[in-house]
């Protein structure tokens, strides 16, 4: 089957980094997306990567290992607006995505 | 600004009264999905759209239906909602199936059955 695993919920401190892992199976594979939401709204778009390696958006970094069905997403200089779940979803040879149930990150003053 | 736009963004029914939310969209995008996402779960796809071809996953059930009657528009009904279809329901576009398919979402509409 397709599947998607992530940390359920993260602690982090303001100012410090973190890395958020995702681990996928799925049937073929036509990359791996990042979106965060807020509680109460919407997913927003924050990565995709169909290649290996890392692919860095300001504090946000992204890193793909197709060999090992692997991801994270790493964000520097944390900021309590980055209080938000992190979604992994990965999509398949169909062009379907299988979304991960997310990661509640909390940030700490 | 181009966007998704879902109303009501909070809606209140009863146990059995039919409910429709709506959708629609700026962005001119041939793609247009309905998601359930209940707290702290996945977003669970409901039904797509590529144009006007319309696609149902196996696992929807009969209690939901869609209807997109126009590029821009497209409709969630829930002909007798129980206490179980309480959630979030987003709707989402994109330009198609390809491998950068980035899904732009809607801020949702939250469903409360009593």
């Known amino acids: 089957g397709q599947n998607i695993d992530q940390p359920t919920e993260m602690t982090a401190t303001e100012g410090a980094i973190v890395q958020i892992n995702c681990t996928y199976q799925t049937s073929g594979f036509n990359g791996l997306f990042w979106y965060q939401q807020h509680a109460g709204e919407a997913p927003t778009f924050l990565s995709y990567?169909?290649l290996d390696g890392l692919e860095e958006k300001g504090r946000f970094s992204s890193f793909l290992s197709r060999s090992k069905g692997y991801s994270y997403l790493l964000l520097k200089e944390l900021q309590m607006k980055d209080s938000a779940s992190y979604l992994c979803?990965?999509?398949?040879?169909?062009?379907?995505?299988?979304w991960g149930a997310g990661t509640k990150l909390i940030i700490k003053p | 600004d181009a966007m998704v736009i879902q109303n009501p963004r909070y809606q209140v029914t009863q146990f059995g009264k039919p409910v429709t939310l709506s959708c629609s969209q700026t962005?001119?995008?041939?793609?247009m999905y309905w998601y359930q996402q209940k707290s702290s779960q996945a977003p669970k796809l409901l039904f797509h759209?590529?144009?006007?071809?319309?696609?149902n996953e196996a696992d929807t059930p009969d209690n939901f239906q869609s209807r997109r009657p126009n590029t821009s528009f497209c409709f969630l009904d829930i002909r007798s909602p129980g206490l179980g279809d309480a959630a979030m329901y987003l709707c989402?576009?994109?330009?198609?199936?390809?491998?950068?398919?980035?899904?732009?979402f809607g801020a949702g509409s939250r469903l409360t059955v009593l």
């Open positions: 979803a990965a999509m398949d040879s169909n062009y379907q995505l299988i």
């Open positions: 962005l001119n995008h041939n793609v």
């Open positions: 989402a576009t994109s330009t198609g199936p390809s491998g950068a398919n980035v899904l732009t």
């Open positions: 990567n169909v």
């Open positions: 759209y590529y144009d006007k071809d319309f696609n």
